[in-house]
C-alpha cells in the first residue's frame, strides 16, 4: 500500500498539488519503506484535495499540522502505523432541532453549529480509532447553562432532550424566556466533553493481563501492598522498606488498581493521559519477540515504537535492543555489534561478509560474527 501510494504521489505531483523536485521525489521514495509511520506527502496531498487543514495525532505528545490556517475545514486524523489513516472528528458538525409540539416549544429547524470546546482524539491501540465522539457516564453537556447527564441526550432523534425533561417547571420557564429562544438562533452550541483516562493493554486483552498478574509472585505483592497504603509518603517510605518491591519505588505513587488490574498513571495533566496495563518482565520480552518476528525482523525504532503503549518503566527499554541484538536472523545481516548485557548468549555467525575487506593485495582478512 505504501508503494503504492509513492508511486502514485511521484507519477502525479501537480494532479495532488504537490511541487516535488529531484530532492523531494529522493525522499518520497524513501517514504516507500516498511516501518516509517508518516509519509507527509501523502497527507499534503490530502489536504489539497479536500482543501482542508489537517492534524495528526500520532503517539507523541502534539499534533502535527498540515496545510493553512485559513482553510474553511479542518480534519482530525490519526496515524498509528504504516496503513492507518483515519478521519477522526470533522469541524463544523451541525445538528437540527426538530418540532417538538408535546411541550409546545416552537423550535423550528434551528440550524446550530456543534463546537468543541477541548476535542480529544480517541486513539485505541493497535491503530484502531472510535468513529465518533463517545459520551461517557462521567462526561457532562452544557446546553444553554443546564447540565444535563448522557440518559437526558439522545442525538440519534435529533436532539429531543427538552421534551423528555423531567422538570416542567423549567420547561415553563424556558418557554416563557424569548430572550432565551432569541439568543439560541444566533449562539453556538457548547459542549464539553471531559474524556477519562483510557486502560490500554497493548497486544493483550484484559482476561490475559489479569492472569499475568495473578501468575507473578511480584505482582501479587505488588496489589496487595497498593490496596493497604494509599499514595502517599507512608507509602514511599514503606516500599524503600520492602525488598521485592524496590523495582516500583520511582513510580510507586503512581501505581493505581482501575479494574482490578495493576496499572501506572502516565502523563497526567496532559491529552495524552493513560493507565498502562503492568505486564511481568518475562511476558514483556516475549511479546516484544513476538512482534519483531510477525513484523519482519523490524529494528528497534519500528519496534520501540510499536510497544510504546506498553512500556510504563524508561529502563524496559533495555529489553528492545537485547531483542533485536540477539536475534540470530538480523545478526546475519548487519554488522557486529555488542549485546546490550553480558548476561546474555554471544552470536556468532559464520556467514561471509557481503563486501570483504582486505587486508592486504591479494589477501582477504578472517571474520567472525
Same mark, same amino acid.
Given at each position: ?9 511521484? =507519477? ?5 498539488? /504537490?511541487?516535488? %523536485?529531484?530532492?523531494?521525489? *529522493? ?14 506527502? =501523502? ?22 499540522? *498540515? ?5 474553511? %475545514? ?30 409546545? @416549544? ?6 446550530? $453549529? ?27 453537556? !452544557?446546553?444553554? $447553562? ?7 441526550? !439522545? ?6 432532550? /427538552?421534551?423528555?425533561?423531567?422538570? #416542567?417547571?423549567?420547561?415553563?420557564? *424556558? ?23 483510557? @486502560?490500554? *493493554? ?18 501479587? /505483592? ?22 521485592? @518491591? ?25 491529552? #495524552? ?13 516475549? &511479546? =516484544? ?9 523490524? &529494528?528497534?525504532?519500528?519496534?520501540? $515504537?510499536?510497544?510504546?503503549? #506498553? ?31 553480558? &548476561? ?5 555467525? #559464520? ?5 570483504? /575487506?582486505?587486508?592486504?593485495? &591479494? ?7
Amino acid at each position: 500500500l505504501r508503494q503504492q501510494i509513492v508511486s502514485e504521489l511521484i =507519477a502525479h505531483p501537480k494532479l495532488y498539488g /504537490l511541487d516535488l %523536485n529531484k530532492s523531494g521525489k *529522493f525522499e518520497l521514495k524513501i517514504m516507500s519503506q516498511e516501518g516509517i509511520n508518516l509519509i507527509p506527502q =501523502a497527507i499534503m496531498a490530502f489536504s489539497n484535495l479536500y482543501n482542508c487543514k489537517v492534524i495528526v495525532f500520532e503517539k507523541r505528545r502534539y499534533p502535527i499540522n *498540515f496545510g493553512e490556517d485559513n482553510l474553511p %475545514n479542518l480534519c482530525y486524523l490519526n496515524s498509528y502505523n504504516s496503513l492507518h489513516y483515519n478521519l477522526l472528528i470533522k469541524d463544523n458538525v451541525k445538528i437540527i432541532v426538530n418540532n417538538i409540539e408535546e411541550k409546545a @416549544l416552537n423550535i423550528n429547524n434551528i440550524s446550530q $453549529n456543534l463546537n468543541l470546546i477541548s476535542p480529544s482524539p480517541l486513539i485505541l491501540s493497535e491503530g484502531r480509532v472510535e468513529s465518533e465522539v463517545n459520551l461517557k457516564n462521567n462526561e457532562t453537556v !452544557n446546553l444553554c $447553562n443546564k447540565n444535563l447527564n448522557k440518559s437526558e441526550i !439522545n442525538f440519534k432523534n435529533n436532539c429531543n432532550i /427538552l421534551a423528555n425533561m423531567e422538570n #416542567t417547571a423549567c420547561i415553563k420557564k *424556558f418557554e416563557n424566556n424569548k430572550k432565551i429562544l432569541a439568543s439560541m438562533e444566533s449562539d453556538t452550541l457548547e459542549i464539553l466533553v471531559i474524556s477519562s483516562p483510557k @486502560l490500554i *493493554f497493548n497486544k493483550w486483552s484484559k482476561q490475559e493481563i489479569s492472569i499475568m498478574q495473578r501468575a507473578n509472585a511480584q505482582l501479587k /505483592l505488588l496489589k496487595s501492598f497498593i490496596t493497604n497504603y494509599p499514595p502517599s509518603d507512608a507509602r514511599v517510605i514503606r516500599c524503600k522498606h520492602t525488598p521485592n @518491591l524496590e523495582l516500583f519505588l520511582p513510580n510507586i505513587n503512581a501505581i493505581q488498581i482501575v479494574e482490578n488490574i495493576l496499572v501506572c498513571e502516565v502523563d497526567i495533566g496532559l491529552d #495524552t493521559h493513560r493507565y498502562l496495563a503492568i505486564v511481568p518482565l518475562d511476558k514483556y520480552i516475549q &511479546g =516484544a519477540i513476538d512482534i519483531h518476528l510477525s513484523h519482519s525482523h523490524c &529494528g528497534q525504532h519500528v519496534l520501540q $515504537n510499536l510497544l510504546r503503549e #506498553t512500556v510504563w518503566n524508561p529502563h524496559d527499554w533495555r529489553v528492545i535492543k537485547d531483542v533485536c541484538h540477539t536475534c540470530q536472523m538480523c545478526q546475519r545481516f548487519k554488522a557486529p555489534c555488542n549485546v546490550a548485557h553480558p &548476561g546474555y548468549k554471544k552470536i556468532i555467525s #559464520t556467514c561471509m561478509p557481503i563486501r570483504p /575487506l582486505v587486508d592486504r593485495p &591479494g589477501k582477504f582478512a578472517t571474520y567472525t560474527r
